[in-house]
């Protein structure tokens, strides 16, 4: 027995969208650990803000609802179809499935490399971009390089969210999609797909990122009192645990800034961490504040007891919250050298729309890219993906580092 595939997943959009009024995204379909993520990192993908949320589930069947703000070009219907695809199938819902590493899918998606050959001009990066995104091929890996005489050559490494760029049409239709953008500049546009080596996360050495940039530059997190201006952190995170007021589950009550993808973080490091969330309520107050209510409870369905337990998913929270990606502009010889990264989900999964909000940061800077790189590398007890961007600063006045690294971290939180 099950609700029929139209019910899984229901949108009711906004009469005042242009207003701001928030569309309606409701979900009620069999549980998993991690559900939650899934389905705020479609939405993180298609553009949406989610500024209130409400989940309750008994351990089997979940109903979900969203409330969000999206854009005149939001592609509703396809939006829906990638949620009812996220949604466990109504059979699964005699046990619930919590998440573990080795429950991931045996095969990977297909990595199909593009290579684009054209003339260099301002903004082209950002114009390929969003052509990629609206055609769903997720960026796995990017490489992109200009030689003297002011040729490019972009490679890109996409999966297909559709599944069919192995097919002819696909490939054209890809093709032609980038063609009309580029325009009488191109001079080649190949797709190929290639071998299961390029699918691998982290193929790169670790030698590949020297060791300045992995402590000093990156991966240290800045705290608000050495950086008072609040450029590369969020304001404080408040996190709260009690197990009083539940009798089978642990309250976490979290107070904090709002961001681009705020829910998708929290979720994520939920699901890295196998626990279930049970109940939750999610809601965006005035000045980007917000506030989060999850009752949750581990994969054994007991409460988080242990003080030591309590301590590092608190710590692991307010680090994701302060600083959910790292963004800095560091000399690179005599070069600029843009860095930004952030974690990978334990299921391998990456941030979604990363490298279009850097492209379309420096765009509206002004500021040229003259290459771009994007990889992963184990760090520590974690994947990051991380990505290289190597500023063609040109001739002229150029825009000082610190306005750069300002205006890429706020494109990325949403704060534009």
């Not at 054209?172 to 190929?192: K, Q």
């Not at 530059?217 to 201006?229: A, C, D, I």
């Not at 007991?302 to 302060?322: N, T, Y």
């Not at 520590?380 to 750069?404: A, F, H, M, N, S």
Request: overall charge neutral; hydrophobic content about 35%; some cysteine.
């Amino acid at each position: 027995m099950g609700i029929p595939c139209d019910d899984v997943v229901i949108i009711r959009r906004s009469e005042r969208e242009a207003d701001g009024e928030p569309s309606v995204i409701t979900v009620n379909c069999p549980d998993k650990t991690g559900l939650g993520c899934d389905l705020c990192r479609i939405i993180l993908f298609f553009g949406l803000s989610i500024v209130r949320g409400d989940v309750s589930t008994d351990g089997k069947w979940c109903y979900i609802i969203f409330w969000v703000v999206g854009t005149p070009n939001t592609r509703w219907r396809l939006l829906e179809k990638r949620l009812v695809d996220a949604c466990p199938s109504c059979s699964s819902a005699s046990t619930i499935a919590f998440y573990r590493s080795e429950l991931r899918p045996p095969k990977p998606p297909d990595v199909f490399l593009i290579k684009i050959r054209c003339c260099d001009r301002r903004g082209l990066l950002y114009d390929l971009t969003s052509v990629l995104c609206e055609l769903e091929l997720v960026i796995k890996r990017v490489k992109v390089s200009t030689t003297p005489d002011g040729k490019v050559m972009d490679l890109f490494f996409v999966t297909d969210t559709r599944e069919l760029l192995h097919t002819t049409k696909r490939q054209e239709d890809a093709c032609n999609e980038l063609r009309s953008v580029i325009g009488d500049s191109i001079l080649g546009c190949e797709i190929e797909m290639v071998g299961p080596e390029i699918t691998a996360c982290s193929q790169s050495p670790p030698s590949f990122l020297p060791s300045a940039i992995t402590t000093e530059y990156v991966f240290q997190r800045k705290t608000p009192s050495t950086n008072p201006g609040g450029l590369l952190t969020s304001k404080s995170v408040s996190i709260k645990m009690d197990n009083m007021l539940s009798p089978a589950h642990t309250l976490v009550q979290i107070s904090c800034q709002d961001h681009k993808g705020l829910l998708y973080d929290v979720m994520r490091t939920l699901k890295d961490y196998n626990i279930q969330v049970s109940y939750g309520r999610f809601c965006q107050k005035q000045r980007r504040n917000c506030e989060l209510d999850l009752f949750i409870m581990q994969a054994d369905g007991k409460k988080i007891v242990a003080p030591s337990k309590q301590q590092a998913l608190s710590a692991r929270l307010e680090a994701e919250l302060l600083q959910p990606l790292r963004v800095a502009v560091i000399s690179r010889g005599p070069d600029t050298e843009l860095l930004v990264a952030n974690p990978v989900e334990l299921s391998g999964k990456g941030r979604p729309l990363v490298f279009y909000d850097i492209t379309h940061a420096l765009q509206m800077l002004k500021t040229g890219i003259f290459s771009a790189e994007i990889g992963r590398h184990m760090i520590g007890d974690r994947e990051w993906e991380v990505y290289r961007i190597l500023l063609d600063e040109g001739e002229g006045q150029l825009t000082p580092r610190e306005k750069i690294e300002e205006e890429v971290w706020k494109m990325l939180m949403g704060w534009n």
